[in-house]
Nanobody, 121 residues
Framework: QVQLVESGGGLVQAGGSLTVSCAAS????????MGWYRQAPGKERELVAT???????YYVDSVKGRFTISSDNAKNTVSLQMNSLKPEDTAVYYC???????????????WGKGTLVTVSS
């Protein structure tokens, strides 16, 4: 079992910055990647950014150049620095961890409860 707790959400004006963080606890030894998803009301959840245990990163096109994902494997934390925020970034941001203890088995995904980011115009 892995528990994920997000923090750092809040209200920010367009053009501003905000950092959301996630701390993982429990059996974290098999975490192969962590990432951030977001979901706005009435919209489907979408992948925002991921980072593997080896440091490889991925960003959805809409946030490239504005968001930066980072992690500390020793501390089992992941953060998302969000700059130049836009109203369309408003959503609940969810932390995700992928556990893959066995290469031949599908990864197990764990989720945090989310933190709300509201960007005002």
């Amino acid at each position: 079992q892995v528990q994920l707790v997000e923090s750092g959400g809040g209200l920010v004006q367009a053009g501003g910055s905000l950092t959301v963080s996630c701390a993982a606890s429990g059996d974290t030894s098999c975490i192969s990647a962590m990432g951030w998803y977001r979901q706005a009301p009435g919209k489907e959840r979408e992948l925002v950014a991921t980072i593997t245990s080896g440091g490889n990163t991925y960003y959805v096109d809409s946030v490239k150049g504005r968001f930066t994902i980072s992690s500390d494997n020793a501390k089992n934390t992941v953060s998302l620095q969000m700059n130049s925020l836009k109203p369309e970034d408003t959503a609940v941001y969810y932390c995700n961890a992928a556990l893959r203890c066995f290469w031949y088995a599908p990864a197990r995904n764990y989720w945090g409860k989310g933190t709300l980011v509201t960007v005002s115009s």
